[in-house]
């Protein structure tokens, strides 16, 4: 759960609760899954109830060569802070906050913190966060923590990336238990809080697909996806144009499965507008509500328990 909250606001990869259990995809459309209403539209509410997640079988490594090379000037810049609504079973849980921190140590670091609110928290209680360290250059990952408290149970990864070797050098605890473990991916590892900041820095078009494999939840996951289709996206935030992206992240020891959904903005800031991914409780979703940036005015949205729409 404790990825739950940072996952599907940053690319809802491998959004829900601890492998083993099988949840359900967002409500299928092939249309816009953000309403076109004028003022308040809304990304899609949970299934009614979970189901098994349909899809693609795992592809080889050979269909998912390594995603193309970025370089500088990026869309977004250390000192970018965006801010989340998080809503799950029809109600406001809680929030989420993505900071853009300076390089140091030749890292640059995403910090991601979440809780859920008062009122959630008598369902599940989450707080933590994550820190995903980027090469400032390549915009891939170097290592990455987690370290989150659920239900008074604390869950810690960390992770360190061997790029060369293709290979996740990892350290859990979970609870009483702990251990180390190697994991190994594909032609492109990447974690699940940066992914997105590679992905908002990539070309995209209508139906162009994807393919990588991302460090979430103490394993490995394969994400299979495409652009569905550029659609007008209304928020509390603002009017956007925007690219949808849909996917799913397979886990690469079993196979299970999650559906994840992403806008991001198409214009020069790329900005993750909303997610929408699954946990054992059902969907969870993140909208935009706030955002500064280095040079730029800030930008906040309306009262989300206004807004909300289902």
Not at 18 to 31: L, M, N, Q, S
Not at 216 to 239: C, D, N, Y
Not at 257 to 270: F, G, K, M, N, P
């Amino acid at each position: 759960m404790r990825t739950a909250w940072v996952a599907v606001a940053i690319a809802g990869v491998a959004a829900g609760a601890e492998p083993g259990i099988t949840v359900g995809p967002p409500p299928p459309a092939r249309a816009s899954q953000v309403k076109r209403a004028p003022v308040k539209a809304t990304v899609p509410g949970p299934p009614a109830a979970p189901e098994k997640v349909a899809g693609p079988q795992l592809p080889p490594d050979a269909q998912c060569p390594a995603l193309p090379a970025v370089k500088p000037p990026f869309a977004f810049s250390p000192g970018e802070v965006l801010e989340y609504d998080l809503d799950a079973l029809g109600m406001v849980a809680g929030q989420l906050r993505i900071s853009v921190r300076p390089v140091e140590g030749g890292v640059m670091p995403v910090r991601v913190d979440a809780a859920t609110n008062t009122l959630f928290s008598k369902i599940r209680k989450v707080t933590g966060g994550a820190t995903s360290s980027l090469n400032p250059k390549t915009l891939r990952p170097v290592r990455y923590l987690e370290d989150a408290t659920e239900n008074d149970v604390r869950k810690m990864s960390s992770a360190v990336f061997r790029t060369g070797e293709h290979a996740v050098d990892l350290e859990w605890i979970y609870g009483t238990r702990n251990g180390k473990t190697v994991l190994r991916y594909g032609n492109e590892g990447l974690d699940v809080a940066g992914a997105v900041f590679l992905l908002r820095n990539l070309p995209w078009k209508v139906g162009s697909s994807t393919c990588f494999d991302v460090f979430a939840l103490r394993r490995m996951w394969r994400m299979v996806g495409k652009v569905e289709a550029k659609e007008h996206v209304s928020l509390p935030l603002g009017e956007f144009e925007a690219w949808h992206l849909s996917g799913v992240a397979i886990q690469l020891d079993n196979q299970q499965r999650r559906e994840v959904h992403l806008w991001i903005s198409d214009d020069a800031r790329r900005l993750p507008l909303a997610a929408v991914g699954t946990i054992d409780l059902g969907a969870v979703r993140a909208t935009l509500r706030e955002v500064s940036r280095p040079g730029e005015k800030r930008a906040r949205g309306e009262d989300p328990k206004r807004a909300l729409k289902w």
